[in-house]
């Protein structure tokens, strides 16, 4: 399973970003602060998408703003919750 390139269809979704633009991101890509669209409900409807696809619940002490500085930590993030 590739979770980087299942984390980047989640945040297309989520924040309807344009493919064009997300092939712009790599893994030290920042996210909050840098991507317009990753505001709080951005980062809502992002959580929710990674639950739903992935299966797993994520508890409001596991995130933080760190989780969402780039895309390396939030691949990071769902890797660990995956186990991996």
Known sequence: MDVERRVLEILSEALELPPE???TLGRE??????????????????????????????GDDEIDGTTFATLGSLVDFVAEKLGG
């Open 21 to 23: 633009r997300l092939q």
């Open 29 to 58: 890509s920042a996210l909050l602060g840098a991507v317009p669209e990753l505001d709080s409900m951005g980062v809502l409807a992002v959580i929710h998408l990674l639950e739903e696809r992935f299966d797993f619940i994520i």
